[in-house]
Each structure stands twice: as structure tokens, then as C-alpha cells.
């Protein structure tokens, strides 16, 4: 099989692009001029430089290709302005869409997030919970331009799975963890943040959903194998606290936890803080009232239609999580050494 990773430097893009070499397949990877690539550097792929509004180099890319991973997501979600969301997680994949509808796919793979299911507390949310303007919990003028942004690009993939031809199917991804966050991702800053002792406090009574990065990407290639067309499926291994994830990776770094928690009116007070600092003074703040809500959204998913139709196995997340820490870790001590003038060097 042919496959062509778009946004294959990305932290789920690298470790995609990585199983698809490892399992034998001929692997093309499309990524920006200039991105990072140290996660794929290593690995034998055939490569195009373009970005995903660069149609000559998304036709050479996709032609006499089988299956095509879709990676590119803007997860900024603390933007002051968020015209950016929209325009590459809305109309960036309209575009690669329309180039993708008459390339003669077997499969196109579309990397959506669990933030597009409707989630409530005490229900346990599955595929079938949608988000949509008729339902009053779910309202989408309720939610974040980011969630907003994630729902639409969903919307519009299976849309055109149904309509215009693209076998598509979408893979709503929890939150990840794992080794090789080249990029330095939000949840991978906490990690690191745990193993280096660079957290004062964790945030009380704050849950995710997540799931070990190798097994999400894991999940994408079986669904290119197994996936129904114009289906979603959810991707996550278990829901976990904010304090034990600092817990495990503090742990397998060797060192202590943070030995404080803020209660979370004291989160919220500092989320509006950060809301009022944003608009006064124009600045992107990754902690305000639209992340905090988005945090605070989180509720159990059932990911057994994952399991029960593609075989789908995640390991515990728990493992993962070590693996990231190790990593920074690991990271740091490498610097540390390139940094360090060589023994017995004479000048």
C-alpha cells in the first residue's frame, strides 16, 4: 500500500508516519517548508514540501496514493482571535477535501477529537452524542471557537464522505501522550513540567480523556484497514486526573509531585484573570475562561465501537505517560551533554 501522511512532523503525524514505514508501506509525507521534522528525519519516506492551500503539490502528493492521514489541526485554542482555527481547521480541510475527491483513495483518514462528541457529566458519551444547534445542551454558540472550529471540520469531512465521494472517516482523538513530542505540545509541557519540578501546584478537580500517542496512531491505521466510510470513531483509553498524570510522570522521572492544589474557584478566578489581561492588552493567554471551560467539559467516552470494529487494543495510558516523561527527561540530559566540553580535549 501507498500512504501519504499530511502534517507527518506533527506529534500523532510523526508516530502515524512512523508505523506506516515500520509495517512496510510506501510512505509519502507532505509538511510545510521550514517545519521541524527531527520525528520523521530518520525515516525513509518520499517527501513534498507544501501546505495544505498548495494545490499543485496536494495532487502530486495524493497521485497513485491508496490511503491519505490527514494531520493538520490549529490547537490553539487560547487565541484572542480565532479566524486562524477556522481558516485551517475549517477551510484548509474544505481544500485538501476537494483535491482528495477525485484522487481515487481507498481511504482518507481524517484526524478529528473527541471535543466534537457531546459530552455531559454522568453520561457516558459514545459516537452517537452529537453536537448540533438543535439540542439545548449542546448548543454551539456554547462553545469555544476552537470546539466550534474541531465540530464544523468534522461536519463537513463526513459530509463529503456521504456526498462528494472521499472515502473518509474520522478519528476522534483524546487527549495524547507519549515519547517524541519534538514540538513541545500543551499536555507535553505538563509532563515535562512534573519530571523537571517546574510545577508549584496542579489544578484540583480537573479530568481528561487520554490515550497513549502510539496506540491513537495506532487506531488511524487500523481504521484505514477496517473503518466504515463516513463513521467516527472514538480513541481513548480511559479518563485520568490532571494530579495523577503529574503524579506518574513526577514518578517515573525520580523526583517528587507538586505538594500543592489549587481548588478550582481559585482556577476560575485565574482564568478570568487571564480573559481580562487578553482583551486589555491584546495578548493571547493560553489560560482564560474558554480553556478552562474546555477542560472542565470533559466526561467518560465509551470507545468500544473502536475495539469491537477495527480491533482496537489501546495499552493503559499510564504507560504512556512514563514514556513521556522519560522522554523530556532523556531530552535534557542529551542537551546537557552536547553542551559540556569533551574530556581530555587539549588546545
Known amino acids: ?73 490549529d490547537t490553539r485554542g487560547w487565541l484572542r482571535d480565532p479566524a486562524p482555527l477556522f481558516h485551517t481547521n475549517v477551510e484548509g480541510t474544505r481544500n485538501v477535501l476537494e483535491i482528495a475527491k477525485d484522487a481515487g483513495l481507498h481511504r482518507f483518514i481524517f484526524t478529528s477529537s473527541y471535543v466534537t462528541v457531546g459530552r455531559r457529566r454522568g453520561h457516558v458519551a459514545t459516537e452517537d452524542d452529537d453536537i448540533d444547534g438543535r439540542s439545548p445542551t449542546f448548543r454551539l454558540r456554547r462553545l469555544t471557537p476552537y470546539v466550534r472550529s474541531r465540530v464544523q471540520a468534522e461536519k463537513l469531512v463526513l459530509s463529503y464522505a456521504r456526498e462528494q465521494g472521499p472515502p473518509a472517516i474520522a478519528m476522534c482523538v483524546s487527549t495524547t501522550y507519549g515519547a517524541g513530542d519534538w514540538g513541545g505540545t500543551p499536555h507535553g509541557a505538563i509532563i515535562a513540567g512534573a519530571a523537571f519540578q517546574k510545577l508549584p501546584f496542579v489544578m484540583d478537580k480537573i479530568e481528561l480523556e487520554a490515550v497513549g500517542v502510539d496506540d491513537a496512531a495506532r487506531a488511524l491505521l487500523l481504521a484505514a484497514e477496517k473503518g466504515r466510510i463516513g463513521e467516527r470513531y472514538l480513541i481513548s483509553e480511559k479518563m485520568i486526573s490532571n494530579a495523577e498524570v503529574v503524579r506518574i510522570a513526577a514518578e517515573a522521572a525520580g523526583v517528587g509531585p507538586p505538594t500543592k492544589s489549587i481548588p478550582l474557584p481559585l482556577s476560575y478566578a485565574m482564568a478570568a484573570l487571564g480573559s481580562v489581561k487578553a482583551k486589555l492588552r491584546g495578548t493571547d493567554e493560553q489560560l482564560s ?41 532523556g531530552l535534557r540530559e542529551a542537551r546537557r551533554r552536547s553542551k559540556s566540553p569533551s574530556k581530555g580535549a587539549t588546545g
Open 289 to 329: 475562561l474558554g480553556s478552562l471551560r474546555l477542560m472542565r467539559a470533559e466526561a467518560p467516552v465509551d470507545c468500544s465501537k473502536a475495539r469491537r470494529e477495527l480491533g482496537w487494543e489501546p495499552r493503559p495510558v499510564e504507560e504512556s505517560i512514563r514514556e513521556a516523561a522519560r522522554f523530556w527527561v
Open 1 to 73: 500500500m501507498t500512504a501519504l501522511v499530511i502534517g507527518a512532523n506533527g506529534y500523532l503525524g510523526s508516530h502515524v508516519t512512523r508505523q506506516l514505514v515500520e509495517s512496510g508501506h510506501d510512505v509519502r509525507v507532505m509538511v510545510r517548508d521550514g517545519a521541524n521534522t527531527i520525528g520523521i528525519d530518520d525515516l525513509t519516506t518520499t517527501r513534498f514540501i507544501g501546505d495544505i492551500w498548495d494545490n499543485d503539490t496536494l495532487r502530486a502528493a495524493m497521485s497513485g496514493v491508496d490511503d491519505v492521514y490527514y494531520c493538520v489541526v
